[in-house]
């Protein structure tokens, strides 16, 4: 089993629309968990950083984490052209070897 | 000025060729990474550094050595390139004060090519 799983998409929604991507993780000492956004042929850039389960909202987006059910989520409201990407979920190792593991990554697109 | 600069931006070599990919930051940050991307495969590690004297190996180090010159500095080395290594190359650094809350931050990315 991968340790961090996406559905690599393409997920396509219309602009306006909420967009909700998913990520699972395969181990339950993970405590840290964060969602990067890349745009082709860019560097990933860090949108949210969730540790505590529950909901964590920035402006239009929200993290959602469930360490029980081992998943993270990131919900983007009124979704825009310009929220196309590629949306990387990654975990930290936790203890006292602090690396971060990536996910495949969703490829968003947002339809005018 | 970028926090993270990464030299060079685009680099066409060929198989058996030693390259040095150069990765510079200003964020006083004290640990580096460097990861591969390929298409469908995602960001792996490759080598990360907690400080000058600490190096250690990521999932898929073989073929590649590091060189950590300074704290702001950390250099990644392909001894012989072969055309497998072709891949977008970033450098990101992170700030081991957070405590565990350990975000990255990446550098702009090398695009290799190996022929």
């Known amino acids: 089993q991968k340790e961090v799983e996406q559905n690599s998409g393409p997920l396509s929604v219309p602009e306006g629309a909420i967009a909700s991507l998913n990520c699972t993780y395969s181990d339950r000492v993970s405590q840290s968990f964060f969602w990067y956004r890349q745009y082709s042929g860019k560097s990933p850039e860090l949108i949210m950083s969730?540790?505590?389960?529950g909901d964590k909202e920035d402006g239009r987006f929200t993290a959602q984490l469930n360490k029980a059910s081992q998943y993270v989520s990131l919900l983007i409201r009124d979704s825009q052209p310009s929220d196309s990407a590629t949306y990387l979920c990654a975990r930290e190792s936790g203890g006292s070897n602090y690396k971060l593991t990536f996910g495949k990554g969703t490829l968003l697109t947002v339809n005018p | 000025d970028a926090d993270v600069t990464q030299t060079p931006r685009n680099r066409i070599t060929k198989t058996g060729k030693r390259i040095m990919l150069e990765c510079s930051q200003t964020?006083?940050?004290?640990?580096m990474y460097w990861y591969r991307q390929d298409p469908g495969l995602g960001l792996r590690l490759i080598y990360y550094?907690?400080?000058?004297?600490?190096?250690n190996k990521g999932e898929i180090s073989d073929g590649y050595s590091v060189s950590r010159q300074a704290q702001a500095k950390f250099s990644l080395s392909l001894e012989s390139a072969i055309p497998n290594q072709t891949a977008l190359y970033f450098c990101a650094t992170s700030d081991s004060s957070g405590g565990g809350k350990d975000t990255q931050y990446f550098g702009p990315g090398t695009r290799l090519t190996v022929l």
């Open positions: 969730i540790y505590s389960n």
């Open positions: 550094s907690f400080d000058v004297k600490d190096i």
């Open positions: 964020k006083g940050h004290d640990r």
